[in-house]
């Protein structure tokens, strides 16, 4: 028996076997969860279905997280399949690329600045709110991906790291909000992880060797690992867990000094 028999979860971000969403997806669907998916652009469909397939689903919806009316079509398209699901999950991040490279305020621009929060945090809020309809009576789960930089600074991580600050503060509102319906609001900010969008950070690679040389377990997590912690925090094991950042990181986060 599974954590999650029974459940139905809507997984927003996958774009490669790499990605923290394939992991997420990959213990979900272990854990008993169905499945559907969404895919950003026309070149990303074919294997986002490919994908879907792989974990027994034939649900996968066409949808880019800057455009409001996909994001509605995704849920009335999703009515055709489902009556209802549980488990929204949203592993969704962008900023330009030139924007991640040195200095912060000398590479920020306005738009940038207004990109990066608008894919990676306002995303969630308005993902969370066309979901409502379909999640009542559910006592369902949302869950958005953070990382250290939304509350230290890190090099290079720049623009990014305000847009995750946004994104944990939108965790709290929205379980604040959502709370008195029975959906429950949570982040897991992961270590770094050599994804396609952790490429577009300069110096990823020195991220990676200095949390393997200094983590209290001295070595990075996985996506399977994240994807195991997503499934407890989905789960009804997790019921009374809410608005929380919950770090998997080896521990980095806790050390001042090394």
Known sequence: MGLLDNKRALVVGVASNRSIAWGIAQAMHREGAQLAFTYQNDKLQNRVEKFAAELDSKIALPCDVGNDEQIQSVFDSLKKHWDGFDILIHSVAYAPRELLDGEY???VTREGFLTAHEISSYSFSALANASREMMQGKNGAMLTLSYLGAVRSMPNYNVMGLAKASLEANVRYMA???????????????GPIRTLAASGISGMRDFLTHVENVSPLRRNVTIEEVGNVAAFLCSDYASAITGE??????????????
């Open 105 to 107: 305020l000398k590479n």
């Open 176 to 190: 604040a909000n959502l709370g008195p319906e029975g959906i429950r609001v949570n982040a897991i900010s992961a």
């Open 245 to 258: 950042i919950t770090y998997a990181d080896s521990g980095f986060n806790i050390i001042g000094m090394s």
